[in-house]
């Protein structure tokens, strides 16, 4: 594959890159972020809406056909202003929609990439693209191989489903965390009818909404993140809500997005009238025997360093961020903000395993 056999474009608009994402084939959509109700919630939701979108297009020079598609938004940070993906905080992954056959050699990704910086709009200090994984799918990330590639502050954390869950259970989870966990489940089932549940669209409005008030009691509430979830069960595809529920009321939630191969975990919560049973762990269990049957190869517990996760014998990857300065200004804010976001990361990871969850950071120990 010769760079010179490709062409880069851009489309500029939120409608435009939309409808551009939403005719794509479905074998370039990596992951779940790129669903066309994905995009088309994120553009619906307030405050992203009325920002600058565009997608730098990579297409092949003979026909015209889309080989990468790099959706883009126009960010502010103080002053400056600055690429970023469609993301803010609601993407745990930001890759870039590539075509199977798009498998161009370091050198030459390279020079596409040289291509796709000078085809940018002139609007932007700096660009930053953060959370790109190496692969996802069985797929390799172009962008791992541009210049000016760093080390993210956030990681992955996937668990492997090639096994059944019976012996994923007994082989990879933290079995102090599995022998407390069936006393629970014994202790919570003799209270009523315990029952595990999977849905979207309006099947799911009543776990959704409880998962939410959960999330705003204990974070604070994220009006702008609600809004976008709600959007997407209200759409179906790609996620789900899975639940438990009491005598059906829901005492526990997960939210996430499925995909051929993968289930993303991107939010859970419990009641806390029930914590004493650990119904968001029990949810957990229930929600990767689920995704065992539904033939994904991977639960992925996504971005975050909770200690819950280790006990669940996931294996940590490395995340990546592209980025490129535009002038003195933009190399300044740059500094700043990659600076900020490694002290966040940093007293997050603190948090996380200093935190109240003393308990669940042994199982964490154990687990490792």
Request: with cysteine; glycine share 6%; net charge neutral.
């Amino acid at each position: 594959m010769s760079a010179q056999a490709h062409r880069v474009r851009v489309v500029d608009g939120a409608a435009e890159v939309a409808a551009l994402v939403a005719g794509l084939p479905e074998t370039m959509r990596v992951t779940a972020f790129h669903h066309p109700n994905w995009i088309a919630a994120w553009l619906a939701t307030e405050g992203h809406a009325d920002r600058r979108t565009i997608a730098v297009v990579v297409e092949c020079a003979t026909t015209g056909r889309p080989q990468m598609v790099l959706p883009l938004t126009l960010d502010t940070f103080g002053a400056a202003t600055f690429w970023a993906p469609l993301d803010r905080g609601v993407c745990d992954y930001n890759a870039s929609l590539a075509e199977p056959d798009f498998r161009p050699s370091p050198r030459e990704m390279r020079t596409i990439w040289t291509r796709i910086v000078a085809a940018l709009p002139d609007d932007a200090s700096f660009l930053l693209m953060d959370k790109v994984p190496v692969a996802l799918g069985g797929r390799h990330e172009p962008l791992i191989d541009v210049d000016g590639l760093r080390r993210s502050h956030v990681i992955r954390h996937p668990l492997r489903l090639d096994a059944d869950y019976e012996t994923l259970r007994d082989t990879r989870f933290c079995q102090t965390n599995v022998r407390s966990l069936t006393r629970k489940r014994r202790k919570l089932a003799r209270k009523g009818r315990l029952v595990f549940e999977v849905a979207t669209g309006e099947a799911a409005r009543e776990a959704f909404e409880q998962l939410m008030v959960w999330r705003g009691e204990r974070f604070g509430e994220r009006e702008a993140t609600t809004d976008f979830y709600r959007r997407l069960v209200e759409a179906g595809d790609p996620v789900r809500v899975l639940w438990l529920s009491l005598d059906g009321r829901p005492i526990a939630a997960c939210f996430g997005a499925i995909e051929p191969k993968a289930f993303r975990l991107l939010a859970i919560g419990h009641d806390e009238a029930f914590k004493n049973w650990s119904p968001g762990l029990l949810a957990i269990e229930d929600a990767i025997a689920w995704a065992i049957e539904q033939g994904c190869e991977e639960f992925d517990f996504t971005i975050g360093s909770e200690a819950y996760k280790f006990a669940f014998g996931v294996r940590p990857e490395p995340l990546w961020l592209v980025a490129e300065e535009f002038g003195p200004h933009g190399s300044a804010m740059l500094r700043i903000l990659l600076t900020r976001n490694l002290i966040a990361s940093k007293l997050k990871r603190w948090i996380d395993v200093n935190g109240p969850r003393k308990r669940d950071a042994k199982a964490s120990a154990a687990a490792e």
